[in-house]
Nanobody
Framework: QVQVVESGGGLVQAGGSLRLSCTAS????????MGWFRQAPGKEREGVSC??????????ADSVKGRFTISRDNAKNTQTLYLQMNSLKPEDTAMYYC???????????????????WGQGTQVTVSS
């Protein structure tokens, strides 16, 4: 059974930083493209960033380029996805979700429809 779990959210002042983590069990982590999505109250879920199976390809939403960095550690004793978020803004406030899709080669998908497995989310709140 695949389980995806996010952590690292919290309350931070504008201009601050947070690092989100995501672990995925029940799958071969290095065979999966991974993505971060977010959803603010009253808004649709939007793609934040994604990374392909080996970390060689990444995508970012225009709203987070230059501020957020996605990375992954495929080592068997780690198997974790990260999202380093710097220079946070109040508009970054949302529930952040980690998602996984089996794609052992090539790129990562921008759309939520590209991902099969999802975590429950971790809340990020940025105060002004």
């Amino acid at each position: 059974q695949v389980q995806v779990v996010e952590s690292g959210g919290g309350l931070v002042q504008a201009g601050g930083s947070l690092r989100l983590s995501c672990t995925a069990s029940g799958l071969t982590f290095e065979d999966y493209a991974m993505g971060w999505f977010r959803q603010a109250p009253g808004k649709e879920r939007e793609g934040v960033s994604c990374i392909n199976w080996n970390g060689g390809y990444t995508l970012y939403a225009d709203s987070v380029k230059g501020r957020f960095t996605i990375s992954r550690d495929n080592a068997k004793n780690t198997q974790t996805l990260y999202l380093q978020m710097n220079s946070l803004k109040p508009e970054d406030t949302a529930m952040y979700y980690c998602a996984a899709e089996r794609r052992p080669s090539g790129y990562c998908g921008r759309s939520a429809r590209d991902y099969r497995y999802w975590g429950q989310g971790t809340q990020v709140t940025v105060s002004s």
